[in-house]
């Protein structure tokens, strides 16, 4: 049975209604100083919601709005990233407060580039091997651009409940640690001179935003390998599932946690679908071990941080092409 014109109108305003109290409840908690940059704000987040994807100038559809609704509003000096999240991070502690059962917290770091002559206006995120020139000589070139280090809450479920923290930076702020670690060992290098101290306060921030940290599960890969994030992790009251990266000094000191995992008996079993290298279907079956360990800092930094007692898991997979992964939590 196929809709009139009228039931198609009803349907697309209901649509257009719909998007407009999602924008009005994602946007209530910003704190503009003035009520006119408030409007502007939802005004702009209509109008790229609109076309996902598309670049702002497109959403604008001329000019004489690009300039007045996008870039004005963002290179106003009372407006900052602060003042645009903060409604979007109320709405995720809202929506994490609704929500039950655990609240799964997923760590990663994106970076933006963008095609610029000179970096000032835009930062610098890595530099890049561009192989040989005719001589022989290894060039490279900088991508001009910016990072990002997001938390975004989940449930157990997989559905999005939104961004519970984000950061911001270039690597021009930490300009020179790497010529740092040439000099001494990296281990001894304070995490608040590190770019990885990034982990520690989105862990930090995230948590505080959701308030109920016994709740929230704070999930990483290789480069959450932390022992101040473990530390951190614990002294707020909060979980953590994280890959590792290190093998770390475990109970007295004199042997490592992949030493004493090799003692560890397979404690189940776990089938998971996969796909082999033609892309069919297959199933993998992975041996589980885990086990408490008192897990130790690194050496040179046994003075500041304490030993802590860790869940390690190891799945390895059962079969001829044997695989082994290590992750560790509390």
Known sequence: MGLTLRDRSAKGCSRSLEGEC??????????????????????????IGSAMGQSIPLVCQDWANTKAAAYRFFSNERVSEADILAGHFQSTRDRAAAAEGLVLVLHDTTEFSYQREKSEAIGITKSINSGRDKAGRLRSHTVFGILM??????????????????????????????????????????????????????????????????????????????????????????????????????????????????????????????????????????????????????????????????TVIMPKSAGPRRTERRSIGS
Request: proline content about 4%; aromatic content about 6%; some cysteine.
């Open 149 to 310: 280090h997001s938390s975004l809450a989940v449930t157990i479920e997989g559905v999005p409940l939104g961004l519970a923290a984000v950061k911001f930076w270039t690597r021009k702020k930490f300009k020179g640690t790497a010529a740092l670690k040439k000099k001494i060992n990296p281990t001894r290098i304070p995490i608040e001179k590190k770019e990885s101290v990034r982990w520690l306060e989105n862990l930090k921030q995230s948590t505080q935003l959701l308030d109920h940290p016994g709740r929230c599960i704070h999930i990483g890969d290789r480069e959450s390998d932390i022992y101040e994030l473990f530390c951190a992790a614990q002294e707020i009251g909060t979980h953590f599932l994280i890959r590792t990266c290190v093998d770390r000094l475990a109970g007295d000191g004199d042997h490592t946690i992949a030493d004493e995992m090799d003692e560890v008996a397979v404690k189940g079993l776990h089938r998971i679908e996969v796909r082999d290298s033609n892309g069919d279907p297959d199933q993998a079956v992975l041996e589980i071990r885990y086990r408490k360990i008192r897990v130790l800092p690194p050496i040179g930094k046994q003075k500041r941080y304490p030993a802590l007692t860790l």
């Open 22 to 47: 999602w924008i009005d409840r994602e946007s209530s908690g910003c704190g503009f100083r003035d009520a006119r940059l408030g409007g502007r704000f939802r005004k702009l987040l209509t109008q």
